[in-house]
C-alpha cells in the first residue's frame, strides 16, 4: 500500500509539473506579442503620443515583463521538479559575470535609494558553471534583496575564493530581515515568510530556484539574519570545475587566474 501511495504521489507529482511546463509555455507566446507590439508602438509613434498614452504604454510594458518574468519561474521550477534541466558548463568570465549581475540590478535599486555595492578582490578570472543558472541565481539574490531594503539602506554582493576549488557569493542587504522561526522556510517554493511581504511582488519562486541552481552546480546555500528589521545574508558556494581537467590549461580546475572586479558603489 505504500509503494502504490508513493507511485501516485510521484505521478501527480510528475502530472503537475508536465501541467505548469506546457501552461507557462502556452502563456508566455502571447505574451511575447504584447510585449513586442507595444514596443513597436512606442518606437513608430512616439512622436504622436502624449504624455497620458507614453506613461500608460510604459505601465504596459513594464507589466508584461514582470508577468513574464514570473512564468519564467513557473516555468524553470517545473522543469527542475521534473528533472528536465541539466547544466550547461561553459568557461565564464567571472568578473564579467558580476558586472552584468550588478548591472541588472542597478536601476532598481537606484530608483529606491538604495546602495548597491560590490566587493570582490582576487577571485578566479574564469570558472567552469552554467552561466545562465549562475546568472539567474546572482539576479534573484539581488532584486531580492533590492525589493525588501527600504529606501537609504545598503545591498552588498560579496565574492571571494573560500578555499582553492570553491567560490562564495554572499548578497546582504539592510532591509526587513527575517525572523528565526522563518528561516527555514526561505527556500521553499511559492512561500513569502518575511515580515509583510505579501505587499511586496513577486511568486515566492526566486530563491528555490536559486536553490536549485546552486545545488545542480554541486554547491549549497543558506540565509542568516539576525530578525525582523535586521536586514538578511543569503550565501551560496560554487565549485569552480568539474574536474581537475575541466578548464584548460590550469591543472587545478580554479579557472584561468585570478581576476579583479573593481568595488565601491555601482
Same mark, same amino acid.
Given at each position: 500500500?505504500?509503494?502504490?501511495?508513493?507511485? &501516485?504521489?510521484?505521478?501527480?507529482?510528475?502530472?503537475?509539473?508536465?501541467?505548469?511546463?506546457?501552461?507557462?509555455?502556452?502563456?508566455?507566446?502571447?505574451?511575447?506579442?504584447?510585449?513586442?507590439?507595444?514596443?513597436?508602438? &512606442?518606437?513608430?509613434?512616439?512622436?504622436?503620443?502624449? *504624455?497620458?498614452?507614453?506613461?500608460?504604454?510604459?505601465?504596459?510594458? &513594464?507589466?508584461?515583463?514582470?508577468?513574464?518574468?514570473?512564468?519564467?519561474?513557473?516555468?524553470?521550477?517545473?522543469?527542475?521538479?521534473?528533472?528536465?534541466?541539466?547544466?550547461?558548463?561553459?568557461?565564464?568570465?567571472?568578473?564579467?559575470?558580476?558586472?552584468?549581475?550588478?548591472?541588472?540590478?542597478?536601476?532598481?535599486?537606484?530608483?529606491?535609494?538604495?546602495?548597491?555595492?560590490?566587493?570582490?578582490?582576487?577571485?578566479?578570472?574564469?570558472?567552469?558553471?552554467?552561466?545562465?543558472?549562475?546568472? *539567474?541565481?546572482?539576479?534573484?539574490?539581488?532584486?531580492?534583496?533590492?525589493?525588501?531594503?527600504?529606501?537609504?539602506?545598503?545591498?552588498?554582493?560579496?565574492?571571494?575564493?573560500?578555499?582553492?576549488?570553491?567560490?562564495?557569493?554572499?548578497?546582504?542587504?539592510?532591509?526587513?530581515?527575517?525572523?528565526?522561526?522563518?528561516?527555514?522556510?526561505?527556500?521553499?517554493?511559492?512561500?513569502?515568510? &518575511?515580515?509583510?511581504?505579501?505587499?511586496?511582488?513577486?511568486?515566492?519562486?526566486?530563491?528555490?530556484?536559486?536553490?536549485?541552481?546552486?545545488?545542480?552546480?554541486?554547491?549549497?546555500?543558506?540565509?542568516?539574519?539576525?530578525?525582523?528589521? *535586521?536586514?538578511?545574508?543569503?550565501?551560496?558556494?560554487?565549485?569552480?570545475?568539474?574536474?581537475?581537467?575541466?578548464?584548460?590549461?590550469?591543472?587545478?580546475?580554479?579557472?584561468?587566474?585570478?581576476?579583479?572586479?573593481?568595488?565601491?558603489?555601482?
Amino acid at each position: 500500500e505504500l509503494e502504490v501511495a508513493k507511485d &501516485r504521489a510521484l505521478e501527480s507529482d510528475r502530472l503537475k509539473s508536465q501541467f505548469l511546463a506546457h501552461m507557462s509555455h502556452e502563456l508566455r507566446t502571447p505574451l511575447h506579442h504584447i510585449i513586442g507590439f507595444t514596443e513597436l508602438v &512606442r518606437e513608430e509613434a512616439a512622436d504622436r503620443l502624449d *504624455q497620458p498614452q507614453r506613461e500608460a504604454l510604459d505601465d504596459v510594458m &513594464r507589466a508584461s515583463s514582470h508577468l513574464l518574468s514570473l512564468i519564467n519561474d513557473v516555468l524553470d521550477m517545473a522543469r527542475v521538479e521534473s528533472g528536465a534541466i541539466e547544466l550547461t558548463r561553459e568557461e565564464v568570465d567571472v568578473p564579467a559575470l558580476l558586472a552584468s549581475a550588478m548591472a541588472a540590478a542597478r536601476d532598481s535599486a537606484e530608483k529606491s535609494g538604495i546602495t548597491l555595492r560590490l566587493e570582490a578582490d582576487a577571485i578566479p578570472r574564469t570558472a567552469w558553471v552554467d552561466a545562465r543558472r549562475l546568472s *539567474q541565481t546572482l539576479s534573484n539574490l539581488l532584486s531580492n534583496a533590492v525589493k525588501f531594503t527600504p529606501s537609504g539602506g545598503n545591498v552588498l554582493l560579496k565574492v571571494e575564493r573560500v578555499e582553492p576549488g570553491t567560490i562564495q557569493f554572499q548578497v546582504s542587504d539592510t532591509g526587513i530581515g527575517i525572523s528565526e522561526a522563518d528561516l527555514d522556510g526561505v527556500f521553499t517554493p511559492f512561500e513569502k515568510v &518575511r515580515k509583510g511581504a505579501t505587499r511586496y511582488p513577486g511568486a515566492g519562486l526566486g530563491l528555490s530556484l536559486a536553490r536549485k541552481n546552486v545545488e545542480l552546480h554541486g554547491g549549497r546555500v543558506w540565509v542568516h539574519s539576525a530578525g525582523p528589521g *535586521q536586514g538578511a545574508t543569503f550565501s551560496f558556494t560554487i565549485p569552480l570545475a568539474v574536474s581537475s581537467a575541466a578548464l584548460p590549461g590550469d591543472d587545478k580546475g580554479h579557472g584561468a587566474g585570478p581576476g579583479h572586479v573593481p568595488t565601491g558603489n555601482l
